[in-house]
């Protein structure tokens, strides 16, 4: 376990000390989450122009959830897949092979180095100017921020392995790009980010519920505003577990699937 944990963290080491070479998109990506942010915001406040609450959210909540969506993406985002789509194009997926490694594992811990790196660098900054200039709501106690900080990491780890999976799917497909794009707006758009899952018809609300994306982004936002309580908060975070653990699993068969009919591209 311990020779494990020191290859794996040496992974994660490199994921940080390699982002290093790229320090100025991270403080363009401040800017670029908050106009996010504020772009919604004066759209849901003309929305709210005319009710003080909509679907359990007022104003102040609902500005809150559009934030902090925005700001946990910014650390749950992963570019495995698209990594992966690359070495299978230049045949760089060749050397992957033949080193004494999990790839899975290794390609999750280098994203979680990144993700630590973009904490300090992007999620932390871009937390702290958001809240300076918009009208967000506290924590509802510490053991929802507890809750939500734990429900972070795990959308991690779910968001990971989705990325494992659609970045194996180059090794058949060898060219993912549109693969990639439909992945990238479907999970926006089920995970809660753009809207929270109540604003949606019952009937596609009963179908998430089966699903892994509303726990990527709705969740940890709901825990963060109180609106998840009490033991529910443990059920939801042991909901999210199991699906991080199941995905990452079938992120495993898929790859030993697929790289029985690897054929390398380039050199």
Known sequence: ??????TYLEFARVGFVNILAYRLRYY????????????YYFIWRAIFTNSDHIEGFNLKQMTTYVALGWIIRSFYFSTIDQDMANDVMEGKISMTLIK???VQWSLV????GE????????????AVVIALVFPMSGPSSALHFAGFFASTVLSFFIVASINFIA??????LKSI?????AKYFLLELFSGLLIPMTFFPQSIQKVMNYLPFQHISFTPVLIYLGKIQGPKIWEELGIQLLWAVAIFLIGQWWWATSIRKLSIQGG
């Open 109 to 112: 811990a280098q994203s979680l």
């Open 28 to 39: 363009t990506g401040v800017i670029t989450y908050f106009i996010n942010v504020t772009v």
């Open 100 to 102: 004494p490694i999990h």
């Open 177 to 181: 790009l549109g693969l990639l794009r």
């Open 115 to 126: 993700s630590c790196f973009r904490l300090f660098m992007l999620t932390a900054p871009a």
């Open 1 to 6: 376990m311990k020779n494990w944990l020191q």
């Open 167 to 172: 970045g194996t799917c180059a090794i058949r």
